[in-house]
């Protein structure tokens, strides 16, 4: 079992950055793949990044172009997602997701926190 917290969502003006974090707890979080992904208004759930427990990485290149990174901290438990360049479009609540490969992490997470909201003003 896997509980996922989300941190650090608020409110930023475009062209600044943001570093969400999100906290894991279980002992199997090393061994899990995590993901990102964000849900604007009126809009679908999207996959923006995802990392498997040797480091390896997939970003959704339409929406991140570059501007986002992730990492993650086993020892601490912890997934971060950089955002810089920040701008109107990437409003929304940003949901931290963990499933067992990076496939899965990102098509079908098996674990979801509750989300964290970022609101970019233009």
């Known amino acids: 079992q896997v509980q996922l917290v989300e941190s650090g969502g608020g409110l930023v003006q475009a062209g600044g950055s943001l570093r969400l974090s999100c906290a894991a707890s279980g002992r199997t979080f090393s061994t899990y793949a995590m993901a990102w992904f964000r849900q604007a208004p009126g809009k679908e759930r999207d996959f923006v990044a995802a990392?498997?427990?040797?480091?390896?990485?997939?970003y959704n290149a339409d929406s991140v172009k570059g501007r986002f990174a992730i990492s993650r901290d086993n020892a601490k438990n912890t997934v971060y997602l950089q955002m810089n360049s920040l701008n109107a479009e990437d409003t929304a609540v940003y949901y931290c997701?963990?499933?067992?490969?990076?496939?899965?992490?990102?098509?079908?997470?098996?674990?979801w926190g509750q989300g964290t909201q970022v609101t970019v003003s233009s």
């Open positions: 997701a963990a499933a067992p490969t990076i496939d899965y992490a990102k098509l079908r997470p098996g674990y």
């Open positions: 990392i498997d427990w040797s480091g390896r990485i997939l």
